[in-house]
C-alpha cells in the first residue's frame, strides 16, 4: 500500500481564509446573547480592530504580490491572485455581518438599556446648544477644511484617520469642487454628552454639521464621512542601515501614507465622492466597503469605555494578590523551588514585583532583559531605569513590533538616557522571546542568576487581558542556556550551550519535529503515543507534514490553535487522530504550551513561539522546558484538562474548514480557572474532555 503524500494542496486550509474565520469567532462573540452586552460591544469593536490590521498587513503584502507578479502559490496551491479573489467576496460579507450586529442587535439593545447613539437631529435643544459650543470651542479651532482644485491639491490622508469629503457647488460655478476635511486624532470619534444618561453622539457628525460654516458661499450638495487603510509594512534593509533605530523611525513615518488598500465611506455616499475617492487612491471597485452606520467601528470600544454599567460587563476579576515581600525573600523563594504562574488568574505582579526587587537589591549585580511590547507606564522599565544607576543592565528592544514601534524608539531613547545599555538584537531577526535574567550575589557567598521566562510580553496591562505562563528558575542548566541567548542577542555569538531550550531560529524547528518523531516512532512501537499542543497559529507545513506522519502512526493529537491553522484535521488517511479547537472568550487565548507523553516519560514545554514559520524561521524565540514535575502535572491535568474539557467557548475545525460549537456548553475553561485561583474549584470539577460533536 503506497504511502499517503502529505504534501499535496488538499491537505492544507488556506492561511487567509483561516484568520478571516477566527475573526468571524470572535464576531459570534458578539452575536451571542449570553454574553452582557457592553462586552458584546468590545468584541464587535475586536473584530474591527482585527479587520485592520488584516487590510494593512497582510492584504496589503497579498496585493503587493499580485502587482509585481511575484509570490509562488501557498501549501494549499492558492496563488496570490486567487486568494485575493476568494477573499473579495468574504471580506465585504464579513463587513455586512459586522453592520448587521451593530445595527439590528446591539444599538438596539443599548437603547433598551438606555445607552443611546444619537443622531443630531434626536438631541434636545439643551444639548444642540452643548455640542455647538463644543464645536466651537474644541473642534473648529483643528479643523482645515480643503476644497480640491489646481490651485489646492488633494490633502495628505493618513492611514486610517477620519475624514469628511464634500459635494459642492459654488454659486455661478459649472463644476462641482470636492470638499475634504481630515478630522484631528486628538478629537474622539464619540461624544459622551453630559449628564446623568449613557448617551453618545459620533463626531462625524458634529464636523458634518459645521460644514456650512467652513464652506461659507458653496451650496453643500452631499456629504460623507469615509476612511482610508494603507499598507502598514515596515520594508527595512537592516544590514544597510546606518541605525536601525533611525531606520525603523522613519519607516514608522512613511507608514501614515503608504499605498491605499481600502476605503469606508458611508453606505448612501453620493456617485461622484466615491468615484473621486476611488479615483485619488488608485483603488479596484471591490476596494471601497460602503457601511450603513459609524465607519470606524473599532472606535465604539469608547462606549464600553465610558459607560459605568458593571451590569451589562462581565463581574470584575482581579487575581488574588501576594503579600510583597522585602527584595532578600523574592530571591528566598525562589532558591527553593521553580514557580509557575498562569496570567491573569494568577497575579502579574508577582513578575513586577522580581524585577523591582532585583532593581533595589545591592546584591544584584546585572539585569538582562527583552522588550518586545509594553505600556507608557511599565512599572518593569522604570525598575530597569532605576537599576541602571547601581548595576550593569542590558536590556534587547524589539523597535519592530507592529504598530508598537514609536513607542519602543521612546522606551529605547529613555533606557540609553539613563545609562541602560541597549540592544536590537540579531540582525534581519525580530526579537520575540520573553526573558529576564537577574545575577545576584547571594548570602553564601555563591554568583547565582535567576530568571524569568514568559510566553507573553512584559506587559502589566495585556497581562489582564490576555492568557499567559510565566516560569520562574534559578535551575543552573536553564539559566546557563539563556545566558547563551543573550549573548546571541547582543553579541550575535552562536550559542553553543542553549540545551535545554529551543531557540529560534536555530533549532527550535528541528527540535519540534524531532520530538514530534519520537511520539510517532512510539506509536509505532506500540506505546501509548500523545501530542497537545497549545498555540496561536499553526501554519508550519514541515511541522503539519510530521503530525500528519505522526496521526497516520497512530499518535492522539489535540490541538488548541487559537487564531489561522493551515492543518485540516480529520482529513481521510491524513489526519484522522487529529483534533483542532479553537478557544475564544473573554480572555485572549495567548499561551503556548507542548506536551508530549514520550512512552510515559512525560515532557511539557512552554515558550513565546506559534508553529508558523516566522516564528521558526525568521524570529529569536525561546522554548523552556518544564523540569519540576509537580509543576508538569499542573500543566497537564488541571489546565492541559481544562481545556480540553471546555464546551462554553469551544469550536470545532471540521475537514472543511468551517468551525462548530459543540451543543452543549456547560463547563468554561476560563471560569473555572477564575474559580480556581480564588479556592472555589477542585481539580474534581473538571469533567472528561470534550467529544468532538
Known amino acids: ?113 438606555q445607552v443611546r447613539t444619537l443622531a443630531l437631529a434626536e438631541l434636545s435643544e439643551s444639548r444642540r446648544r452643548y455640542v455647538a459650543e463644543l464645536c466651537a470651542r474644541e473642534v473648529d479651532p483643528l479643523l482645515t477644511p480643503i476644497t480640491v482644485d489646481p490651485a489646492h491639491p488633494f490633502p495628505r490622508v493618513l492611514n486610517k484617520a477620519m475624514c469628511l469629503a464634500f459635494l459642492l457647488q459654488r454659486r455661478g460655478a459649472r463644476q462641482r469642487s470636492l470638499g475634504v476635511v481630515t478630522v484631528p486624532r486628538a478629537l474622539p470619534r464619540i461624544i459622551r454628552l453630559p449628564g446623568a444618561e449613557d448617551e453618545y453622539v459620533y463626531l462625524a457628525h458634529i464636523v458634518a454639521a459645521h460644514a456650512d460654516a467652513m464652506y461659507r458661499g458653496y451650496r453643500i450638495e452631499a456629504a460623507a464621512a469615509f476612511r482610508l487603510s494603507r499598507n502598514s509594512n515596515l520594508y527595512l534593509h537592516e544590514e544597510e542601515s546606518h541605525s536601525l533605530l533611525e531606520a525603523v523611525r522613519l519607516e514608522v513615518h512613511n507608514r501614515r501614507e503608504g499605498v491605499a488598500v481600502r476605503l469606508e465611506i458611508e453606505a448612501g455616499a453620493h456617485a461622484q465622492i466615491v468615484e473621486r475617492l476611488r479615483t485619488n487612491f488608485h483603488l479596484d471597485p471591490w476596494q471601497i466597503f460602503s457601511v450603513p452606520g459609524p465607519v470606524n467601528l473599532p472606535r465604539l470600544i469608547a462606549i464600553y469605555d465610558h459607560t459605568r454599567r458593571p451590569d451589562l460587563k462581565f463581574p470584575v476579576y482581579t487575581a488574588p494578590l501576594t503579600q510583597p515581600a522585602a527584595p532578600v525573600e523574592v530571591f528566598n523563594r525562589l532558591r527553593q523551588r521553580d514557580r509557575l504562574f498562569h496570567h491573569p488568574y494568577d497575579s502579574y505582579n508577582e513578575i513586577v514585583q522580581f524585577l523591582e526587587a532585583a532593581a533595589a537589591d545591592p546584591q544584584v549585580l546585572s539585569i538582562k532583559q527583552t522588550l518586545y511590547r509594553t505600556t507608557e507606564d511599565s512599572p518593569i522599565v522604570h525598575a530597569l531605569i532605576s537599576a541602571a544607576a547601581t ?19 521612546a522606551w529605547a531613547r529613555h533606557l540609553e538616557d539613563a545609562g541602560v545599555q541597549v540592544f536590537y538584537g540579531a540582525v534581519g531577526r525580530k526579537t520575540h522571546c520573553k526573558m529576564a535574567l537577574v545575577v545576584r550575589q547571594d548570602e553564601d557567598g555563591v554568583l547565582r542568576r535567576y530568571l524569568h521566562l514568559g510566553t507573553g510580553n512584559y506587559n502589566h496591562r495585556t497581562a489582564r487581558l490576555y492568557t499567559d505562563f510565566s516560569l520562574m528558575t ?74 500528519y506522519a505522526a496521526s497516520a502512526a497512530g499518535v492522539e493529537i489535540d490541538l488548541l490553535v487559537r487564531g489561522m491553522c493551515a492543518l485540516r484535521p480529520g482529513y481521510r488517511d491524513v489526519s484522522r487522530n487529529i483534533r483542532v479547537r479553537s478557544l475564544v472568550g473573554r480572555f485572549l487565548e495567548h499561551s503556548r504550551i507542548f506536551y508530549f507523553l514520550n512512552g510515559g516519560a512525560e515532557e511539557v514545554y512552554l515558550g513565546s513561539a506559534d508553529w508558523m514559520p516566522r516564528n521558526l524561521y525568521e524570529r529569536v524565540e525561546v522554548v523552556y522546558p518544564v523540569l519540576d514535575a509537580e509543576l508538569r502535572r499542573r500543566l497537564r491535568h488541571e489546565i492541559l484538562a481544562a481545556y480540553l474539557a471546555d464546551t462554553a467557548q469551544t469550536r470545532w475545525l471540521s475537514p472543511s474548514g468551517a468551525y462548530r460549537r459543540s451543543s452543549r456548553r456547560g463547563f468554561s475553561a476560563q471560569e473555572f480557572f477564575m474559580a480556581r485561583s480564588q479556592g472555589r474549584a477542585t481539580l474534581e470539577d473538571i469533567p472528561a474532555p470534550q467529544v468532538h460533536p
Open 1 to 113: 500500500m503506497a504511502r499517503p503524500r502529505f504534501d499535496r494542496p488538499s491537505c492544507y486550509l488556506n492561511r487567509e481564509a483561516s484568520w478571516l474565520a477566527f475573526n468571524r469567532r470572535v464576531l459570534q462573540e458578539a452575536q451571542d446573547r449570553r454574553n452582557p452586552l457592553l462586552e458584546r460591544v468590545k468584541f464587535l469593536a475586536i473584530t474591527a480592530s482585527n479587520l485592520d490590521e488584516f487590510f494593512e498587513v497582510r492584504l496589503a503584502d497579498l496585493l503587493q504580490q499580485v502587482r509585481d507578479g511575484e509570490g509562488e502559490p501557498g501549501p494549499d496551491g492558492l496563488s496570490p491572485t486567487q486568494v485575493r479573489d476568494r477573499l473579495i467576496p468574504a471580506l465585504h460579507r464579513f463587513v455586512e455581518l459586522q453592520y448587521q450586529c451593530w445595527n439590528r442587535q446591539l444599538r438596539p439593545q443599548l437603547a433598551r438599556q
Open 391 to 409: 548595576k550593569e543592565v542590558a536590556v534587547v528592544v524589539e523597535l519592530k513590533a507592529r504598530f508598537d514601534e514609536a513607542r519602543n524608539i
Open 474 to 547: 534559578v535551575r543552573p542548566e536553564i539559566t546557563a542556556a539563556a545566558h547563551s541567548v543573550f549573548g546571541y542577542l547582543t553579541a550575535g555569538s552562536e550559542p553553543t550551550g542553549h540545551a535545554p531550550l529551543l531557540v529560534a531560529p536555530l533549532d527550535l524547528a528541528a527540535r519540534f519535529t524531532a520530538l514530534i518523531a519520537r511520539e510517532t516512532e512510539h506509536a509505532r512501537r506500540g506505546r501509548a503515543a500523545r501530542l497537545i499542543v497549545k498555540v496561536n497559529g499553526l501554519l508550519d507545513p514541515h511541522l503539519i507534514q510530521a503530525l
